[in-house]
């Protein structure tokens, strides 16, 4: 038997907004595996997908580069919120999206090694370390334009698409928002479609519901399901009477792809007890 520890508990209880002995047993039942307790309660109560990949815990910023037919869009991490506002910080990051679009790396550490001399000298003025945590090129026959939202430039997405540039923008601020997981039903990894069937059907059928109505009602699901993950089927945020779908076409523009990146999206951050520390301190 899986030893659960009450540190698991409360990751899933923060997850699932769920009751301790509930997730307690979900754990249990699942033996220690996080991902399989969570499905397990999502059956049972019926909640939406998990919280925790929105977890940020991490500082820094987003930047993108733009050159002709290739764009890039980079995550840099720094310790503090205090140098991520630095002047000096988010030059570097210009820096690295910049060196991301011209050179076109293939890993992380490869773009790392293109800018280790100037991630040295920032680090040496700032006294902080830093570092390049992911980014996303685009190469394409098509146009691309950038949206980084507000002064923290925290979230974040690069749009390749055919047509009008500011219909294009207008969409890119729209996945930020929106946070789809892809441009249309078919890009859906089916793993995903199969897994929210899974849960759908376990559902149905805890609900005594006949097998033809339970089939009827994951069917819905599904299809509401695959609307609310895609930019094309998600209503738009500047007039949610109308999906993106539609207001790409009646402005004649198409989203070929699109990246989005949110600052920490994955991170769980250290939480450091000051007062803690100061007692400790105070006793040496």
Partial sequence: MADITAKMVADLRAATGLGMME???????????????????RIKSGNKASK???????????????????????????????????????GFANFVAKT????????????????????????AKLGENMSVRRFHVIETADKLVAYIHGSLATEGALVEFKGDEDVARK?????????????SEDQVNPALVEKERH??????????KPAEIAAKMVDGRIK???????????????NPDQTVAQYL???NCEVVSFVRYKVGDGIEKAVVDYAAEVAAAAKV
């Fill in 199 to 208: 849960i759908y059907t376990e559902q149905a059928i805890a609900s005594g």
């Fill in 52 to 90: 925790l990949a929105g977890r940020q815990a991490a500082e820094g910023v987003l930047a993108f580069a733009i050159d002709g037919n290739t764009g890039a869009l980079v995550e840099v991490n720094c310790e503090t919120d205090f140098v991520a506002k630095d002047a000096g910080f988010v």
């Fill in 23 to 41: 997730c307690k047993k979900a754990l249990v039942e699942a033996e220690g595996n996080m991902e399989k307790a969570e499905e397990i309660l």
């Fill in 100 to 123: 991301a679009a011209e050179k076109k790396p293939a890993t992380v550490e490869e773009l790392s090694e293109l800018v280790e001399a100037e991630r040295k000298a920032i680090i």
């Fill in 171 to 183: 969409v890119g601020m729209h996945i930020v928002a929106s946070k789809p997981q892809c441009v």
């Fill in 249 to 251: 076409k009646e402005n």
């Fill in 224 to 238: 509401k399901y695959l609307a609310e993950v895609t930019l094309n089927g998600q209503p738009f945020v500047m």
